[in-house]
């Protein structure tokens, strides 16, 4: 689907077109789906934010530029529906202190719920454990295909910052590639 | 292989692999409904609230003279719309309007017709500063649901005024 046809269905769905949002959804659930799931390791969590996403797309279909393409627009929400998440969940956690309990939830995050577990992605397991704002920035720029410059404009963040954490991501990778590496090296 | 190019590839093997839920697309649905169903249930609401606006924003346009004024009846005297943003040509456009309205519904209609507007006239000056701008925020709840009863209440009376008015 185009974004011609996209965003003409979109708007139809924002108007209560439920067929139109049944285009919609078809179209771009996968994508949003997998993005967030990249981002959030709480299967639960993970569906709140697509839904929170969901949301949004139907109340501000009217602020999309069409100059620029639908998958941008749309990752824009993704990304900030999932800072949104964040920043709730550390109220969250300074309410209730459940600090434990979140150091843990990264390892929580299923390979058998989400991801097929007979899969071996040793540098995707890696990226699952780097700190946010970099796992951010690499997702966009090798999962999306977004330039530094544009991962800085849908993260709302200086292009030098951007590029820094690109750099802190490769190298973090790099190390523990290389150790994880050996490590099935020995043991294989 | 590259770095980068394994990222990739790895990412793109990740992402195949999962499977959204298919329960996440009944809840986004469900969502969607709600969203839709807040949509439409705002818009009759809207209508009732523009209508009767402008019910009272019709009433200016309109033009004639007279001697007695029907107004008085409405505001009391000119000097109240003066204090709310309005002219005394404003006045006498209003004067105007419901000098129509006398001709073109019975006494008795008429009457209703004048005391409805009355009440909503109150409610407008509460919320219409002496620069003639509107307030809607200060409405009471009460208020605005009467403000909406008197709008829909002034409806008919008003399609049968500028109904007419136009064979």
Known sequence: MNDQSLLEWLEKAALGDESAFQQVYEATHQDVYRTVAFLVSNKQDIEDIVNEVYMHMWRSYHKYDPSRPFRYWLHGITVRKVQDWK???????????RNRQMTCEPFAWTDQAVLRSE????????????????????????????ALEE???????P?????????????????????????????? | MSMDKELREEFRQAAESMHVPPQLSERVRSSYQKYVNEKRGNTPMKKRMLAGIAAVAILIPSTALAATYLADDIFGSSSIIKQHGGSQE?????????????????????KEYAELTKQLVQLKLKITDEKGVVHEEKLT???????????????????????????
């Open chain 1, 87 to 97: 920043r709730k969940s550390w109220r969250r956690i300074r309410l209730f202190e």
């Open chain 1, 119 to 146: 899969l071996q992605l040793e540098l995707f397991g890696i990226v699952r454990q780097l700190s946010y704002k970099l796992r951010v920035v690499v997702i966009l720029r090798y999962f999306h295909d977004y």
């Open chain 2, 141 to 167: 709840k009460e208020e605005k649901q009467r403000f909406e009863q008197l709008s829909s209440k002034l409806a008919p009376y008003f399609e049968k005024i500028s109904g007419n008015a136009k064979p």
């Open chain 2, 90 to 110: 404003d006045y006498e456009a209003i004067e105007g309007f419901l000098l129509t309205a006398k001709g073109k519904l019975t006494e008795a209609e008429f």
């Open chain 1, 159 to 188: 292009v030098g910052t951007v590029k820094s954490r690109h750099h802190l991501a490769l190298r973090e990778l790099r190390a523990r590639f290389e150790m994880t590496g050996g490590d099935v090296y020995v043991h294989g």
């Open chain 1, 151 to 157: 991962i800085a404009d849908l993260l709302q963040i």
